[in-house]
């Protein structure tokens, strides 16, 4: 998978596109500005995140694999690669989240209040 870095102008004063790999490791943080990153992260082989609530209010997007969201009352939710959640539930029971065969890649930004 490639992410595209952006555009940017070069030495010759053209605009160019440069890609590159998602980052090694299972988690890796973007700095955006002073207390705010962008979090890209992929789950291991099938995993399972028993309950739990975010740290923070954000807008979650999956990049490549398949996550299972389950919540106390049933509802279970598959989200493809280009799917996008909002995960505002920092209070209560919270969610479990699943890798859907083998592992899934995801960036989360939080949301300022």
């Not at 207390?35 to 490549?64: A, C, K, M």
Request: negative net charge.
């Amino acid at each position: 998978m490639c992410i595209r870095s952006g555009i940017y102008t070069g030495d010759d004063g053209q605009s160019h596109l440069e890609g590159m790999a998602v980052p090694a490791g299972a988690i890796h943080r973007i700095p955006t500005k002073p207390g705010e990153d962008l979090v890209i992260r992929t789950s291991t082989v099938n995993s399972f995140s028993d309950w739990h609530n975010p740290t923070r209010r954000q807008y979650l997007f999956v990049l490549d694999g398949q996550m299972e969201v389950s919540v106390k009352d049933g509802t279970t939710m598959l989200f493809n690669p280009g799917d996008m959640l909002l995960a505002e539930d920092m209070t209560g029971q919270g969610h479990v989240t699943k890798a859907i065969d083998g592992t899934y890649t995801s960036v989360s930004m939080g949301i300022p209040d």
